[in-house]
């Protein structure tokens, strides 16, 4: 079943009577759900994507805007006519029925055509908590089972009556580290097993880009960014976007561009004339720590017009290079055993460190003051200082 | 934990409490088993130097007096009626009110009032309500018109003026009475425990229903009333220990003779039985009186604790 959201808009109209400040908690999100894909709503809380995740299963009214499953328009349907799987962030599970009536409990209400014998629920059930590696618990309390147990309940009490559309909302936030591994996994195994379209809602990157399909991303009720992970990640449209995806994060300096030549500094450190900025480059090359001159080019970024930016890197685009012309000063360096994980400083850089991370083949002097690297231009992004918007360059 | 070279203070800091509560709660207690089992106790007596048999005496004339079956009959037979139907009530008006927003905080304290008013004034009220002074009667005593408000307002769907209170009226509509009244009496306790408890109860369960289709009637008997079976244990065994000792509801309706005019004492109840004795002198049939009250109740909120036991799932 494909879900369709077109122009979604949701509006929360001000708590305050006296003080117009109504809260826009989804902003025009228009978006098709392809058939049996597993999508992540990703972004930091209170951007808006609990709020669609609710307007898709009706529990939420959308104060504008359309949503389909398949053909059907289910804007005015109410959420029991729907047909959806919802799982809670904190699993809703009855605590006074044992699992087993937990699951059945939605096959009970089956009315009409669909209603059940007792038989085919208890089968239904079953087959259920199967699914989720369960079948041995059905008779435990909710209160008996650990938290990755009762999400499987929670997933099997949202399969078992075969919804349209699967929702989860933050399915893993109250799982441990090493549950929430195991358990994503699981929900990707789940959701391609069932062919169900399934629409989850996190603010964890990494488990977004890790079992979805398709990401959207979100922030303060506006879509960023749709696509897959990995494009995402490599390709990321603004700053936002840039910054929320990746761990370690992405590197952000200020800088600017001229004559197709990205140079890192801060602004009011631009020299007034490029070449009296190369001229102090060679000539003082010793003297100050290097990166402390301003206006040292990093990169060639042809199509680029002249203008300030800011510049993202990826820990992973920095080579080092003792001639490379990204020079900062070495902080410490972190053994990681397969990568080594270099902590600098620049000045230019937003964040009071700059992280890279190389290959631990490669050989820095952990004593050294200063580090060069060379950049990879394809983990090198460029934003408009003041859009905050990607500009593209050409990369040779 | 104190040093028990301090404890000394934590002693010295509950010394008020605790005399009190021995003074007015211990001692009690104690004097009344005592008198209970001197037979033919009379205080006066004793503080002139009597002594007393001991025995079992005063029991045996407790559950031999006539009186007591009557009012050991009223009691339970009022306790039967009463929770099982106020607290059916109640829950109905907490999931209603619960389950509304405009006016909710209104209705609320509407609903609250019973509670800080005065019993026995709404009592008097009650007795005006039903009352049929005033009253025409007919041709073989027909009552064809009348003030109590009841009366007209069933006349109005066309049923027959009822004798609810009055000289000459049955017992069954003496017991509707009280029945109403004690209904009425303790629906706001109920319902403020009962809104509380409902909510207490996570809104994410109904989300889950919601979305699982299920039909209203199957949320509240499935899911409502499970949640809140704590609260409802609670009003349960409250309204039963209540309804042993009620008393003050028939004083207000019928006054200290316990039943309309011309039939005294028919709608005596255990404690009523326990102030008759008192005001006879008669302190050991009163203690003893009063514990088998006691002996009553604690059976009924064992039996109680055991059920809810066995339904309280979590």
Redesign the interface.
């Known amino acids: 079943m494909k879900v369709v959201l077109q122009n979604l808009t949701k509006i929360f109209p001000s708590r305050n009577k006296k003080v117009d400040e109504e809260v826009v908690a989804v902003n025009d999100f228009t978006f098709e759900i392809p058939d049996g894909k597993l999508i992540g709503l990703l972004g930091p809380s209170g951007c808006g994507k609990s709020t669609t995740l609710y307007m898709i299963c009706g529990l939420q009214k959308p104060t504008s805007g359309q949503i389909f499953f398949g053909d059907d328009d289910v804007t005015e349907l109410a959420p029991e006519n729907r047909g959806v799987g919802l799982v809670f962030q904190n699993y809703a599970l009855y605590p006074h029925m044992t699992v087993k009536q937990n699951i059945m409990f939605p096959l009970e209400n089956l009315r009409g055509e669909d209603k059940l014998t007792k038989e085919e629920m208890i089968s239904r059930a079953y087959e259920a908590a199967k699914l989720v590696q369960i079948d041995e618990l059905m008779d435990r309390k909710p209160s008996e089972l650990s938290g990755g147990q009762q999400q499987r309940v929670a997933i099997a009490r949202a399969l078992v009556k075969m919804p349209r559309v699967l929702l989860l909302d933050e399915p893993l936030s109250n799982l441990d580290a090493r549950l929430r591994l195991q358990t994503r996994e699981e929900i990707k195994r789940i959701q391609r097993e069932t062919g169900i379209t399934t629409i989850f809602v996190t603010h964890d990157q990494e488990e977004a880009m890790s079992i979805s399909d398709l990401i959207v991303v979100m922030k303060l009720g506006v879509v960023q960014q749709i696509g897959k992970p990995q494009e995402v990640y490599d390709n990321p449209t603004n700053l936002f976007v840039a910054k929320f995806l990746g761990t370690p994060p992405i590197n952000v300096f200020k800088g600017y561009v001229e004559n197709g030549k990205l140079y890192l500094s801060k602004a009011e450190e631009k020299p007034a004339i490029e070449d009296d900025a190369a001229e102090i480059v060679t000539e003082n090359a010793n003297a100050i720590a290097p990166s402390m001159k301003p206006g040292l080019c990093v990169l060639d970024v042809p199509g680029i017009p002249d203008k300030e930016v800011y510049v993202g890197i990826r820990p992973e685009g920095f080579v080092p290079n003792p001639n490379g012309k990204f020079i900062a000063s070495l902080s410490n360096i972190e053994v990681m055993g397969r990568d080594v994980s270099v902590v600098c400083k620049h000045d230019a850089a937003l964040s009071p460190i700059v992280r890279a991370i190389v290959d631990s083949d490669s050989q820095i002097d952990a004593d050294a003051q200063t580090v060069a690297f060379s950049l990879k231009p394809h983990k090198v992004f460029v934003f408009d200082a003041e859009t905050e918007e990607r500009l593209y360059f050409e990369v040779k | 934990m104190v040093d028990s070279k301090q404890s000394w203070k934590a002693w010295l800091y509950l010394s008020p409490a605790l005399v009190l509560l021995l003074i007015f709660t211990a001692w009690p207690i104690v004097n009344t088993v005592r008198i209970s089992l001197l037979e033919n106790y009379k205080s006066l007596a004793e503080l002139g130097g009597a002594t007393f048999n001991f025995g079992f005496a005063n029991f045996v004339n407790v559950v031999t007096f006539p009186d007591f079956l009557t009012a050991l009959g009223n009691t339970v037979l009022l306790c039967v009626l009463t929770v099982p139907l106020s607290t059916i009530i109640a829950l109905l008006i907490a999931v209603a009110l619960n389950s509304i927003k405009p006016l909710q905080k209104v209705l609320q304290t509407i609903f609250f009032l019973p509670y800080v008013t005065n019993s026995i004034a709404i009592g008097m009220v009650f007795m005006t309500m039903f009352n049929i002074i005033g009253t025409n009667l007919g041709s073989e005593n027909q009552i064809v018109t009348t003030f109590g408000l009841i009366n007209n307002v069933i006349g109005f769907f066309g049923i027959e003026p009822i004798n609810w209170i009055n000289a000459g009226s049955s017992y069954w509509a003496n017991i509707a009475v009280l029945v109403i009244y004690i209904v009425w009496d303790a629906l706001p306790f109920k319902i403020l425990v009962l809104l509380g408890g409902l909510q207490g109860i996570?809104k994410?369960?109904y989300?889950?229903?919601?979305?699982?289709?299920?039909?209203k009637w199957?949320v509240f008997s499935?899911?409502t009333v499970?949640?809140l079976?704590p609260m409802i244990t609670y009003v349960v065994i409250t309204a039963f220990i209540g309804g042993f000792k009620e008393y003050s509801s028939i004083v207000a309706i019928f006054g200290e003779d316990m039943g309309p005019a011309g039939a005294g004492g028919r709608l005596n109840t255990m404690v009523g039985l326990i102030y008759d004795s008192l005001s006879q002198n008669m302190d050991g049939w009163a203690s003893a009186a009063a514990l088998i009250l006691f002996a009553i109740i604690f059976v009924v909120t064992m039996i109680n604790m055991y059920v809810s036991k066995k339904n309280t799932?979590?």
């Not at chain 2, 989300?207 to 039909?215: C, F, L, Q, V």
């Open positions: 996570n994410q369960y989300d889950a229903a919601k979305i699982d289709s299920t039909p199957r499935r899911i499970p949640l079976s799932h979590y």
